[in-house]
């Protein structure tokens, strides 16, 4: 009996075989969860919140945050596999049915009496070799090639939204990334893509804007709503009466004091408005040019007055997050000081207008010159659509971000999978002993991923994974599945590319999860609640 009884006899302990199997019944009933929603032809799920408000989703990183997971084991799979997408943007679904997959035929294994030691020594091995495989199968990209650039971003949105509106969203996020991608900077900064959600039109109407978009607009009916050749200023300036800092008290004896005092915080006020009307009106006047300012602080009415008089818009309270955009997005300088202000603080657009839904407001920043920043406006009927798009968007912009950081794409479809199944059953032969059989458990196993893309497409699992391996064999090629005809193709031809960061880290990461839970031989938990699987 375990020794955790003597210190509480309420634990409840699951020892060897019971623990394992475990283990083993939360993996598989993980992986039997999100198999469907594998590839472009995969089902959707549907999420009822206690509130009742519905999701309709088949991205995995969504389904395992939001659905309840009660099981230990279980919740530690949908962990690893959500911190996958924190670290690469996808492949979360597959890595939870790869281990599900490891771990069922490691079970018929220690069925069968093999010690689960010699499986995940077999594992470790198989690992090892599944990466030296991988590094073979990259195909290197010298060169920013906008074409396999595409490619990544099809693959990666047809799985997560259907075809059109997958296609729509290829173009807007390649082109999202390549603008605000700088040679001479290592990493792409995603933050610097603004996500804008529009409850607005239909699904496909999303679109990218080579700017920025605002959420909110002028806050003075006198000021103009559309503008074109517009200098931008942007500044973390107070344009309104504010109280002071310090608990002061001020005495005055008659009225005429007192409104000596007001007048005198005005005029503070009033003199920095007046430095920006001056400017206004040096870059401005004999031209046809507009003036904008976007303060992040307060513009109170009587400032908004003066500025309105003068024929300058402002917007008040801007985001934080936006001042850097504007200033990649429009050029010039964030100013938190209107002393020395000159024409080269300014930023450019050469057209800005206000669109009005709703009780909301947005502001839209156009035809920038170099545009280090943009933003992706997403329309869509509904709350659930948009947020659908959102999440595959993100996805999108994070896989073309892996490819270009990464410098090479790996065929997708299936074709690495297929690989490493075929190069471990051929070096097998030389693995000493009982470990083998760990190895060969590993080659079955990650079979399962062009078996699943092949049954949520509507054909024959193993008679498909046969063809595959038919022509591979005639071939010498990387050949994955084509999911419309169920026959063997070409994935580089047919334009499925996947992120090398996301096999590799799926590869690596099932593996070491799936040994984790093989060598778990007692489960404790201490207090009243089941451990039965």
């Known amino acids: 009996m375990s020794a955790i009884k003597t210190l509480n006899p309420k634990a409840e302990v699951a020892r060897a075989a019971q623990a394992i199997q475990l283990n083993i019944g939360a993996a598989i009933g993980l992986q039997s969860v999100l198999a469907t929603n594998l590839g472009p032809k995969g089902t959707m799920k549907m999420l009822v919140s206690g509130a009742g ?11 395992l945050n939001e659905m309840q997971i009660q099981h230990p084991t279980a919740a530690l799979i949908a962990r690893a596999a959500t911190a996958q997408d924190e670290v690469t943007g996808d492949g979360t679904t597959s890595n939870v049915i790869l281990i599900g997959e490891m771990l069922k035929q490691a079970e018929r294994r220690i069925d069968e009496g093999l010690h689960p030691r010699i499986v995940a020594d077999g594992i470790e ?11 073979t199968m990259k195909v290197a990209q010298n060169k920013v090639d906008r074409a396999m650039l595409l490619k990544v971003a099809q693959t990666s949105l047809r799985t997560k ?23 001479d900077k290592q990493s792409i900064d995603l933050y610097m893509v603004e996500i804008m959600m529009m409850m607005h039109r239909s699904d496909t109407d999303t679109k990218l804007v080579k700017g920025l978009v605002l959420d909110h607009g002028a806050r003075h009916p006198n000021m103009p709503r559309e503008m074109r050749d517009v200098y931008i200023l942007t500044c973390n300036i107070s344009l309104e009466y504010e109280k002071t800092e310090v608990n002061a008290g001020f005495f005055y004896k008659t009225a005429e004091e007192r409104e000596k005092l007001v007048k005198a915080e005005r005029e503070f006020i009033d003199r920095r408005v007046e430095k920006i009307i001056a400017l206004k009106k040096k870059v401005c006047d004999g031209t046809d040019k507009n003036f904008i300012v976007i303060n992040q602080k307060g513009i109170d009415p009587m400032s908004l007055d003066m500025l309105a008089a003068e024929g300058i818009v402002g917007l008040r309270r ?15 300088d964030a100013m938190n000081s209107l002393d020395d202000l000159e024409e080269s603080n300014l930023g450019f657009a050469g ?36 947020n659908q798009i959102k999440d595959a968007v993100r996805d999108g912009l994070r896989a073309v971000k892996n490819a270009i950081e990464d410098a090479c794409v ?15 059953m051929g070096m097998i032969k030389s693995v000493k002993g009982k470990a083998r059989l ?18 949520n497409s509507g054909f024959d699992a193993q008679e498909t994974v046969v063809k595959m391996q038919e022509q591979a064999e005639a071939t010498g090629e990387n050949v994955g599945l084509d999911i419309d005809t169920g026959e063997a193709c070409l994935p580089l031809e047919s334009g499925v590319v996947d992120n090398y960061l996301v096999k590799r880290n799926m590869i690596h990461s099932s593996s070491v999860i799936a040994n984790n839970l093989l060598l778990v031989d007692e489960v404790m938990r201490a207090g009243m609640s089941s451990l039965k699987g």
């Not at 091995?125 to 590094?135: D, F, P, Q, R, S």
């Not at 801007?318 to 997005?329: D, F, G, P, Q, W």
């Open 53 to 63: 408000d519905i999701k309709i989703t088949k991205d995995g990183l969504m389904l």
């Open 125 to 135: 091995i198989a690992k090892t070799e599944a990466l030296k495989v991988l590094e």
């Open 161 to 183: 939204i259907h075809r059109k509106l997958a296609d729509v969203l290829t173009d807007i996020v390649t082109d999202a990334v390549l603008a605000i991608h700088s040679i």
């Open 318 to 332: 801007a985001k934080r997050r936006n001042m850097e955009r504007i200033t990649l997005s429009c050029g010039g």
């Open 351 to 386: 057209h800005i207008y206000e669109h009005v839904l709703g009780e909301q407001k947005f502001t839209f920043l156009e035809e920038v010159k170099n545009p280090k920043s943009v933003s992706i406006l997403i329309k869509g009927p509904n709350k659930h659509t948009l």
């Open 410 to 424: 790996v065929p997708g479809a299936g074709a690495v999978e297929l690989a490493v199944h075929n190069h471990l």
């Open 438 to 455: 760990g190895v060969e458990a590993y080659a079955d196993a990650i079979l399962i991923i062009p078996k699943t893309l092949a049954k």
